[in-house]
């Protein structure tokens, strides 16, 4: 069963993440792409923690290419906590949140920081995604 558990571009959860956000340079240029990305859900009153072991799991943050050897990989992407803790990063690995649960509602979203250290423009990628463990959500 799908979850209202997603990943949006602001703090009030009003706009999902896509493909674009996180690799897109609007100009084309090669300088490394930052983004700011929260995990979380607009339904109010919900709770989330991961199916497999509920309360004990963290959420893992994955990323994940549907087609690789075909643009940016995996290896090109860096995910952490803070935007400082990006430069440690190890490229390709996934994120442990450290969170058992997670609340809906605006403003409960559990922030994190991508890095792209190869951007291309939107239209020439469009298989990078970002995933994370299931969850169960209850109200």
Do not use: C, H, W
């Not at 700011?36 to 994955?62: D, R, W």
């Not at 298989?127 to 994370?132: K, P, S, V």
């Amino acid at each position: 069963m799908a979850t209202s558990l997603k990943f949006y571009t602001d703090s009030a959860l009003t706009t999902e993440v896509t493909v674009q956000d996180i690799n897109q340079l609007p100009d084309g240029s090669s300088a490394d792409v930052d983004k700011l990305v929260y995990l979380g859900s607009i339904e109010s009153g919900s709770v989330f923690k991961v199916k497999a072991n509920p309360g004990v799991s963290t959420f893992i943050i994955s990323i994940v290419d549907a087609t690789p050897a075909s643009g940016i990989e995996t290896s090109d992407i860096k995910l952490a906590y803070s935007l400082a803790n990006l430069d440690t990063a190890t490229a390709g690995a996934p994120l442990d949140t450290g969170a058992t649960q997670i609340n809906g509602g605006s403003g409960n979203g559990y922030a994190l920081y991508i890095r792209s250290s190869t951007p291309v423009l939107a239209a020439s990628n469009s298989d990078i995604t970002l995933e994370t463990s299931e969850a169960e959500e209850t109200l």
